[in-house]
């Protein structure tokens, strides 16, 4: 069964900055494109970035791009992202999710979720 | 980059069937496949369409998805509807870069 934990949500400051995690399990971890997404209260689905399944592709929204950076280890089967300067607008809950199809250079949809972790950005 | 519209709520009666489309306002609909992911409240989303018209295994054959070139919009289905449909539906696609983008979402309601 597919696994997706998320955490390192927490509050911080305007122009601080959060590193976030995903640990997966469940599957072949190195074979998946992967994907963060975010929901804002009340709000709707907003992707965040995607990274390949060996790490050396990246894409990042344009609202994002520049400070937050996508990361992963396929030794330890975790999805990171760096989450730097901040902003009030980048409060939302955090989901990590993984690509459909193995082996392909970029996730173009996500078949599995974490719980997502929630991170405030406020003074 | 391009925008995909959905109606913002959908309401129908249990048994019925329901259909919520999602737009894409430049570039062709068939250029890049659509996803639909239902999220329940307070609970991760969950896909139940991928590349148009693909159910994921362990998603009822309730549900089924369809693009239409000639309103440049994908829609998403529902038959016998029960009250665990209700919820959240979004659609999302890509563009040539591979960037994500998301519908605005629509509620559904089964009455």
């Known amino acids: 069964e597919v696994q997706l934990l998320e955490s390192g949500g927490d509050l911080a400051q305007p122009g601080g900055s959060l590193r976030l995690s995903c640990a997966a399990s469940g599957f072949t971890f190195s074979f998946y494109a992967m994907a963060w997404v975010r929901q804002a209260p009340g709000r709707g689905l907003s992707w965040v970035a995607t990274?390949?399944?060996?790490?050396?592709?990246?894409h990042y929204a344009d609202s994002v791009k520049g400070r937050f950076t996508v990361s992963r280890d396929n030794f330890d089967n975790t999805l990171y992202l760096q989450m730097d300067s901040l902003k009030v607008d980048d409060t939302a809950v955090y989901y990590c999710a993984k690509g459909v199809k193995p082996k392909v250079v970029t996730a173009l949809a996500a078949d599995s979720w974490g719980q997502g972790t929630l991170v405030t950005v406020s003074s | 980059n391009f925008m995909l519209t959905q109606p913002h709520s959908v309401s129908e009666s249990p048994g019925k069937t329901v259909t919520i489309s999602c737009t894409r306002n430049?570039?062709?609909?068939?250029?890049?496949?659509v996803q639909w992911y239902h999220q329940r409240p307070g609970s991760s989303p969950i896909i139940v369409i991928h590349e148009d018209n693909e159910r994921p295994s362990g998603v009822p054959d309730r549900f089924s998805g369809s693009v239409d070139s000639s309103s440049n919009s994908a829609s998403l289905s529902i038959s016998g509807l029960t009250a665990e449909d209700e919820g959240d539906y979004y659609c999302q696609s890509y563009d040539s870069d591979n960037l994500w983008v998301f519908g605005g979402g629509t509620r559904l309601t089964v009455l």
């Open positions: 430049s570039g062709s609909i068939v250029s890049n496949y």
């Open positions: 990274i390949s399944g060996a790490g050396g592709r990246t």
